[in-house]
Every structure is written in C-alpha cells, then in structure tokens.
Nanobody, 128 residues
C-alpha cells in the first residue's frame, strides 16, 4: 500500500506561481514512478507530469511545458510540482499518483490507468 497526501494548493493570480508537494508513505517510495494529474470542473482527469524513480527522466503534458517542473526527494519521500506563469485554465484539483510497475528504461507512464495509487487532491485556483 502507498499513501499519498498533497499540499500546497490555493488561490493565485494569473502569472503567479505555486509549489505543490506530495508526501508518500508505505511501500518503498524510491522505486515508484510518480506523477501529477489534474481535473478541472466538468472535465476528465488529465496527465500533467511524471518522473522516474531516480529523477533523471521527466515527462510533461504539452500545455505545461516550460511552465511546470516536477521533482522528487527520495530521502524525504516527497514529489513536488513547481508551477509558474499560471493561467486561469490551470484551475483544477491536482492529484499526486504513484505507479509501482516496472517499465523498460526510458518509459514514463502518462495514462491514468497506469497509476495504482492516488492522493485526495489539492485545489488550485488561478484568478484572472
């Protein structure tokens, strides 16, 4: 079992920045691929970013490239999402997710169905 708890959400003005953090407990965190997803009102949950177990490989959705950065600290069992140049369309509930499956080197999952464990989510609201 893996328990994930997100924090850091809130209200920010357009163009501002926020850092989301996800604290993990349970199984060995350092072996997991970690990801962030988001779900806006009335929309399906969508992939935002993922990072491999060493932090050496990352993947991003096109709509956040250059604005968001995913990072992890295996010593602290945390994964962060640094968000900058935020836009009103970034408003959503952001979810942390863990994938314990072993993949071939270089592959990062981006499908919701590939992640086995999920946090409760944290609300991010960007005002215009």
């Amino acid at each position: 079992q893996v328990q994930l708890v997100e924090s850091g959400g809130g209200l920010v003005q357009s163009g501002g920045s926020l850092r989301l953090s996800c604290a993990a407990s349970g199984r060995t965190f350092a072996s997991h691929i970690m990801g962030w997803f988001r779900q806006a009102p009335g929309k399906e949950r969508e992939f935002v970013a993922a990072i491999n177990w060493r932090g050496s490989n990352t993947a991003y959705a096109d709509f956040v490239k250059g604005r968001f950065t995913i990072s992890r600290d295996n010593a602290k069992n945390t994964v962060d999402l640094h968000m900058s140049s935020l836009k009103p369309e970034d408003t959503a509930v952001y979810y942390c997710a863990a994938d314990i499956t072993y993949y071939s080197p270089g592959y990062l999952p981006q499908l919701e169905s590939e992640f086995e464990y999920w946090g409760q989510g944290t609300q991010v609201t960007v005002s215009s």
